[in-house]
């Protein structure tokens, strides 16, 4: 997919797409470093039940098949991928997503696709045991969501699981960095785009009604002096330094 240059850096350049991140190699540590601190704090990769669907064929190590699908929406740089791909060789991980940035050795179970999930994601009905998506607000106006929602339940097999994790952009910071983070909020809102999703995260399933047994977790940590965890604490704050430094032409862009 292309790209084109906003304040010097690359965004992507697809019809429909209002993913306002930028996809250079900055972007891929910070999701890389992202991956592993939001590992830390859920202490795993994902919280469906699907321990049953990920070890059910490591009974059989002469006959490895690689029988349970996994689709990773918006895989980006490939970290929640790699590690789970690694950690169950058994497994068949597809990742996708609008523009190709990754980086690491692939693991043999891993399979990359390049699509933009506005247009449909490019898979038969009922591929899929596991459907995992993650930090995607920026990406989805309110009048996608239903759209989206509705192509990975296509996808997803009967008796399958879909994840979804979004953040909070509920920080208790100062006045620059709020005045910052409701500029931000601002300027995505115009484009319909609900950067605090996670509160109402659950409506998007539910709505969509074929889905059952709809839960939601959430996990509060605290970063900066209230925190009482100096390694979790230190990643906190990079991926924050990381993620306002590629967000800020956009916070221009409101005024
Ligand atoms: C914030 S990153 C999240 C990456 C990954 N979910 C993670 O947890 O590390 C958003 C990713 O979504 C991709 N993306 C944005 N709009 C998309 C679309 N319409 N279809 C597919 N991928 C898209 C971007 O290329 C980027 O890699």
Known sequence: MDSQNIDSRKVHNAEDVVYPQSNNESDQERLHLQHFLVKSIWQNNFSAPINHILTRHRVMPNKKRLLVGMLRVWCGSGSWSFDIATIYPTINVIGLDI???????????????QANVLKG?????????????????????????????????????PGGFLE?????????????????WNAQSTFVKQQGIDLNVYQT??????NQGQLENIKKEVKQIRQGVNSNDIQLNEMAINNLILLIARMKPFAFMSD
């Not at 523009?99 to 690491?104: A, W």
């Open 99 to 113: 523009s190709q940035q990754l980086t690491q050795t692939m693991p043999k179970n891993f399979t990359f696709v």
């Open 121 to 157: 994601i490019p898979f038969e009905n009922n591929t899929f045991d596991f459907v995992f998506q993650r930090f995607m607000a920026g990406g989805y106006t309110k009048d996608n969501w239903p759209y989206v929602m509705n192509e990975i339940v296509r996808v997803l097999k």
């Open 164 to 180: 979804m994790m979004e953040a909070s952009q509920n920080y208790d910071v100062g006045p620059a960095t709020r005045r910052f």
């Open 201 to 206: 995260l659950e409506i998007y399933p539910q």
